[in-house]
Every structure is written in structure tokens, then in C-alpha cells.
């Protein structure tokens, strides 16, 4: 059963996002990847934040550049732990989706990592740290993981 | 009969934004002023969105501060012109919500102004100048506001 | 009959500015290119601005780098509303010209885009939502371009 | 049973940090406050993190200033998801914590709130969403929270 | 006869100018001090700068904050030096405003001070040295000023 | 007989500072080009700067990148008119070099232009202005070159 | 017996990292270079500070990038003077290390150098410095290096 | 005797370089505070840097703001170690200075601390850790600072 998705603003952003992939199959945690824009595509993002808790996903990871606006529109119609993953391509080159992602308001955080590539495997990293409070395996797996430098 | 609305994110927001009272007052544009936010009480931004034209609005002017992304959730959900002020209070005191406001996707613009009060005061003369495109007499009053030197 | 100017400071801006012409062209928009500066050829700029309205032009759409003052002299100069798109090219690649576009002095505003070619396509999409405001059909093609979802 | 620990560098970063303790107390997660430095008393901070998930901590919360190592430093040490809070007084007033606590290398993530006490009152938030996940009680509080306006 | 102009753009720049007054008057050099703005009163700064050198000017020093055009827009009208003093007031604290005096187009320089009182008094001090060159008492008045420390 | 001395921190600095060098041929203003360093050879820009009006100089162009410390150490030790140009390199890109040219103490002003080539253009430019305020065939020159759009 | 330890936080650091050792040879200051993370591999960074003194090292360079914690970590374990390089990388392409490496608390100095590989040089001229204090002959090998431009 | 200089460009900095004298008299280095400005008293700071040594100064300490470049000229006159202290007060509230203080060119190196006082009192401690490495008295008084907290 799916438990954490992958989300993002633009087919742009794949590449970048992808990167969270080989983490979450390295510790077998089942996942689902999905285009749609706070912007653009409204509708799509509200439909899902509403029903990811009904479908299985406990953690929801969502990437986007510029004014960076996708986790903030989840996070504002879900209450799963949503984790924010600022992509380059902004005038600041990152350093804006950062503060846009990073700065919610009181009561509606967003577990914000690093720019890019690494944000995007961090991400997945967190999101099996989370899983595996409650996963005696899962919580094997990451310690081995951690013992070997932390690295695939 | 109304035609602009002036929202912001928080009370907290209301002193600054309510500096584009006067000048609204000044060439007799009618408006409303609500508080909603898009983290929230993102159904009550929606709601209000997907309304306004109906209702008879023609220029929506959002404030927001930190991620700022009220004026964007109001584009995402209007056809409506958009005009964006960004508010001090983050981490780089309106510099970032600026960056949040007007680093909009490509076919979602939100015309953005300067952050704090300037903004919110300019964001109404934008108003104007838009609204008499098609109305002679505002246009009179908007030459004259300029003739004086473009102040109250 | 031209209802959008869009005007830039030198021939280098060209390519970036002209990302807009699509989208007007796409929305049957009339407009007309020219290429003028502030500093090298104030003359023609104010010249242009004083006569833009009799011209029949309807917004005026600026784009500049560095300094960036080509939106801000034609604003001085016209009541018309004045669109500007910032440039990359200083020492803070298109931030200093955001910076130099949207802070405006109080009573004369320009609608500031983001930097480079998405401002320019999304200064054409607020010039047509402008527009559309009193021509029901071009928001016939507006609201169609936005359930496709807002892009060509 | 304690289960989120907050943690911050100094005497004087406790105002701040405490912000979060309301949240905390309105959700009944039970906690512990404790002050080490990752850099005068490093020998303190190893210990607590290695012994902090079988002492029964879930989550770690840590806030720091300037170099804003002690996210990082518990981060290096536990295997437990660690958040983290920028804290300001540094060159950069905040922004500079915020980029020592998000940028960690990939494999090791800290979930990283925004700068102060906003950031502090998200941190508890975010804890609670995670402790959420196995836990249906916290789960409708959580849900009532947000039903309310995400606010105390 | 006066050699050197103090513009800037509002009166609230006034207290800030007029630093520069006690060195130009230490080296007795005349002046004259008014306010006109870019955006606001446009042809007052272009009649000015037109007519500067045949009033006797040598050197026109202008302050402006914020998008800090006014340097700019007198350059464009006139040949002779000048100096522009960046103000304190915009989002990024008077670097905005001199990134926007600084970053002229190649052939029409401004010559740069620092922000705020310490660029006004600079500007009178490099008017002087510039006035100095065929000026051999202004020089050795110079030289004293400097072999006592560069200070009144 | 001399006029201008353009002075760069190393052999790298060449290829931009030299672009003013044409700029200083066609207003037939004589020049000359030295390599020095204030940190590695402080003792020939002592020699230099305190040698130099005798030497027939009547405006130094400084380029410098990083700490940006010649056109300061030039000042210090000579009273002639000093035109700093900050280079690229630094962390910032140029924007470190601008804040360590341009913010001189009271008293020691530089005269600071924009980043790189365009800079150095610029500094050549008021060196003409500078040096036309008393030679009526230079200012013709000057007049001329602004009526061709201030161009080569 | 080796002096000058040159420590890193990762294989991809070696290329900057080594720019120091051409600078340590040619004073025949005997060094070490080592890999190893404050966040990865903490066990062996606390090992390394704590012995460096007794294994005769008198200096410790430290090179890392984004959070940057390595230098500090050293510090927290060491009394040994720590020399920190700032790596680019980050969203702030080294600014973002620089602040992570100089903002230390009190009582507890890293000696912070320029960001990259002429960090790294600085760094083995300042353990040369340093070393040179109670060395005559490393002195003299000093002051000739000074003498020749610093260089190479 | 003497082994610390303390130098600073004004009067005004004395209170911030002062906080460095508490951390001196605890582990009993002599020092000497001096004033001295590269700019407005160059030979002064020539004067002091070329006979430092001689004098038996052992750690040159500078602070400065702005261009900040003190601590660069004495190392530009001097092989001993400098120390370099940014102060807040330019238009970056001296991140400014920390970027003039730190990006040396290659070869000749300031240790760079943090703004204001914590740099400051870094600096003394630095100080003390290089004097402490042929001196045991004065490495037990660093381990016993250490051990209690780093703190006096």
C-alpha cells in the first residue's frame, strides 16, 4: 500500500524530484509520483490533499520553484505531514522557493530540506525516519542505512 | 455598486492595507475589505474567488506577508486582474513575500507593488488607472490627481 | 486598432521581451514593438508616453535591466496603466531591476512581473485580463485559455 | 510518557523556543525542555541523542542562531526525526541560521521550520501531525485545530 | 556663483542632503538645494537638468531613494557630472536604491557615493576635489582638510 | 600629456578594465594603464597615488574585485579625484566588490560605477565629463557622443 | 612530524580542498588530509580533534560546504587553532558556508577564510603564519615569499 | 610585554573591540589598544604594521566597518598573523564588512571572526589559542576555559 507521494508543480520538475525515488525503493516504502499546480491546476491539488489520508499516503512530498506555493495549497487542505522541497529557477536561484516554502504560517507547518537534489532524497529520507516511529523493520533498515554513512 | 476588494491575510494585516482606503475614497471607486487566509480558511478564499466577478468586483488587491501566497491562490481561482502586495514581517522583511507574489507561473500573473503601505496606496492607483480605461470621468480625476503631483 | 506598446530599452532586450507577442497574438490582441531609452533617448520616451492614450494604446508594457527605469519614465509620463518586466543582467541578475521596477513612489505605480521571459508572457496575460474587463469576448478566450490550463 | 524533546543552544534562545509549549500542552504530547550546546558542551549533546528514542522521544526539536549547528549536531547523532528552528541574531538576522540548519548533506535531514517563534510554534505543530499518524485521538485534535482556524 | 546642485526627491530626503552642506560651505564652494522628483514632477527635472550648465552648474548631486531614478533622469538630460547619493527607506534598506543609482547604461555614468548621510557628505567632498583640478586655493584647502584627518 | 591612469589588482583585471580604453581614445584623452596591488605590492601604489598629480594625472580609474581595496588605498594617499570599478569574482559576484568600493569613510569619497565592463566604460565617461568641465573642445566631443546615443 | 592537518567533509571537497598543499610545500610544512563529515561519520571527527594535539598537529583546516559544520564540530572537541574554508555548493554558492563557518559562539573561534580554493591557500599561508611565530627559519621562508608578490 | 594589538579605524569602535579585553586579562596576554584609520591616517597604519614585530607584538587584532579594509592594510605590511573583525554599520549591517574583512586575495590571508562583539571577543580567544601553542601556562588556562563552558 502507497504511503508517501510525490508531488510536483511542473513535468519540469521531474528530474530534480525523481531523485527521492531510489531512497524510498531502498527502504521499500511504497510511493506514487503526480504532476499538478497550485496554479494552474487547482482543483487537482485540493482533490487530492483532501482524500490522501483516505487513500493510504501518510506523508505527502511536494517540490516547486519560484513563488512555490504547492505545499503550502496541500498543507492548507490536509492535515498529513507535508514536506517541502524548494526547486532553483527563481531570480534568487532557489533561495526564493526556499523562503516561500519555509515561511507558513502559525499552525500550518511545512517540513522544509534543501534546495534540489538533495532536498528531494532528503525528503524521502524524513519521510522514512517518520514511518518507521511506528515500523520496528523499517527502523532496521535506517539504522543500517545510517551505519553504512548514510549513502546508497 | 463595489468593484474592487482589498484582502489580507490576518487582522494583523488591516492597518497597512487599509492606506489604500483614502485614495480609493479619493476617486469615488466603491470597494470591500475582508480578511481570509489562503492557509487557513482556504475555503472562504475560494468561495470568495470564484464569486467575485458575479458579484461585480473588478480588481482584487491581496496582501500577505512571509510565503504570500494569498494573491497567487486568488489568481488560481479568478480571471480577474490581480494586484499583489507584499508585507514586511518575514525573515527578510517583504523581500520575501515579494519574491512569493510576484514570481508567478507563466499565464497566472499578479501585478505586484512594493511591499507595505506604498504598495497598498499604489495597488489602488492601479486600480484606478485600470477602471478608467473605460470611464471618462474617473479618468478626469485621475489626470487632475496627477496634475497636483500624484498625492492626496 | 494597437491597444498594447511594448517597449524595451535596447535591442539586446529584445528576444526576452518578445516572449509576449505569442500571447497577444494568441488572445488577437493589437500591439506594436519599439525599442527606446530612458537614458540614451529620453526625448522619444517622453514623447511616446504623451501620446500614447491618443494613439489609442491601452497599456504600456516596459522591460529593462540594471537601473531599470524605462517602466518608471513612461509612468511619469503617461496614465496610462504601465506594466513592467524586469531584466536580468546586473550584478544581482534581474533582482536589482525588480527591486528598481516595483518601488515606485506613492500615487505612480507600476505592475511589476517576474524577471526575464515569464514576466513578459505574464505582462501580456494581465494586459489581456485588463482588457477583457469591458470585452466579454476576449474573456470568453481568457476563460477558455485558463481551463486549458493557462498555457498556449 | 515524554515524547518530543526541544532543545536550544543557550539561556537565551529560550524565550523563543518556549513559544511552542502551548501547542504542545493544547495537544497533551508530553515533553521536556533541555539547553546544551552543540559547541561549548558537545559532550551533552552526543549523550542525549544517543540515548533519546529509548529515554521514549518521537521527535527531537532543536533551535539554534548563527552557525546553528545543534539540529545538525543531534541530527548526526540520532536516527530520529530531528526539526529544526532557525533562530535570529546572526549577520543575516535569521536567514543565515535558516541556511546552516536546512542545508544538511543528503542522508541526513533536518525538518526545518521558519525563523523565531513562528517557527517554534510550527515545530510543535509538525510534531503532532507525526505523532498523529498512529494515533486517532491526536489525530481529531489535530483535525479540530484546523476546523478552528489552525489557531490556539 | 554657484557651482554645485543638491536635488533630491522629496523633502523628506532633505534632512539626510543636507549633510553635504557644512563641507561645501567649509571649502566655500556655492550651492543651491532643491527638491523635484522623477516620477512626480518630471519636467521640473528635465528643465533643470537642461539648463544647469548655463546657470553656472558644475556638479549636480542627487539623492533619491527606494528606485532612486532621479540621478538618472538629470544624467539623461544633462552633460555634466553627477553624483548620486542612494537613501535608505526600500525593502532592501538603501542597497536597492544603490544598485539602481549605480547600474547605469554604458555611456551615461553616475558617479556613486554610499547610502545615506555618509554618501551626501562624500558627494561634497569628490565635488570639491573635481572643482580642485583647476582651482589651486580650493586644492590647498584640500590638502588642510586631508592632513587633519579628512574630517571638519 | 597624461590624464587618466587606470589601475587594476592583477594581470586578470585586463581584459575588463582595457574596455575603457576606447572610450578614452575617441575623446583623444591621453592615458595610461598600470598593474598593482594594494595588498601584494603596497609599496608602488603608495609610490603611485602620492606621485601622481605631479606626474600631469588628474583622474585615477581603479578596478578591483573581492576585498576591493585598491581605489581606497589610491585615495588614501592621493587627493586627486579617484573612480572605483568594482570587478566580479567575490562570493557575491561583484556585489561584495561595489559594497567594499563605494562604502568609503567620510571625507575619502570614490566615485563608484557599476560591475565589470560596463563600468570601466562608465569611468572613462566621467573622466571625460570630468575633465570637459574646462575644455570647450572635450565638451563638444561630449555633446556630440550624447546626441549619438552615447554610443561608439 | 606533520602539523597541518587538512580536513574535509567529502571526496568532491579534495580538489579545493588541495590547492593548500602546494603552499604547505614550498615552506616544508609537514601535513595530513583527511575525509571525514561532522554529519556521516561523527564518531570519527571527535576521535580526530580530540587526539590531534597528542599526534602533534598544530593546526587544523577544515573545508566544507552548505551547513558547513565541520570546522565547528572540530572546535567543539579541539583547543587547537581551527582554520575553516567556506566550500561553494549551497543555494548561496558559498555566502551560505561562510556564515556557517565564521558565526561561532563566543569562546569558541574558527579563523574563517575566503570562500573555495583561495581559501584553501590562505588557509596554509595563515598555518604558516602561525607555525613561523617561534620559527625563524619558517619566518625568513615567509617574508621572501612576501617579498616575491606573495605568489608561487 | 606586549603581545596583542587591538587596532580599530574610530573612536566609535571602541566599544564593540573592547569586549576582546576581558578575554586577554583572564588568560594574561598584554595587549595595547591603538587607533588608526587606512584611510584619513594611512602612515600611521604603515607606521605600526612595519615595526609590529620588532615591538614584540606577536597577533594583530582589526576591527572595522564599511570598506573595512584595516585589517587588510596591516596584513598588506606585515607577515604576523592578523585577526580580522567586521563591524555592523554599513548598508548590509556588516555583512559588508565581513565580505571586505575575508576575501583576501591569495598569499596574504586575514583570519576573519564574526560582527561586532562576538567577533571581537573570538578574536582575543583566537589569539590566545595561537599564543597558547608554545606556551603550557597559557594552554591550561584554554583547557580550563574550555572545560568550563568557554564562557568567563
Known amino acids: 500500500m502507497k ?9 519540469s520538475d521531474r528530474a530534480v524530484m525523481e531523485a527521492a525515488i531510489p531512497y524510498l525503493e531502498h527502504f521499500q516504502v511504497p510511493y506514487e509520483v503526480h504532476v499538478m499546480s497550485a496554479h494552474r491546476t487547482p482543483d487537482r491539488v485540493i482533490q487530492f490533499a483532501t482524500t490522501a489520508r483516505d487513500q493510504g499516503f501518510r506523508i505527502l512530498i511536494a517540490g516547486a520553484g519560484m513563488a512555490a506555493h504547492l505545499a503550502g495549497a496541500l498543507k492548507a487542505h490536509s492535515s498529513l505531514p507535508v514536506i517541502g522541497v524548494p526547486l532553483p529557477g527563481g531570480v534568487a536561484d532557489g533561495l526564493d522557493a526556499l523562503l516561500s516554502t519555509v515561511q507558513m504560517p ?5 517540513a522544509t530540506m534543501s534546495v534540489g ?3 528531494a532524497i532528503n525528503a524521502a529520507v524524513l519521510a522514512v525516519e517518520i514511518l518507521s516511529l511506528e515500523d520496528d523493520t523499517l527502523q532496521e533498515r535506517l539504522e543500517d542505512f545510517r551505519r553504512k554513512g548514510a549513502k546508497l
Open 117 to 119: 537534489k538533495a532536498g
Open 106 to 110: 502559525k499552525g500550518v507547518p511545512v
Open 3 to 11: 504511503r508517501v507521494a510525490i508531488l510536483m508543480g511542473s513535468e
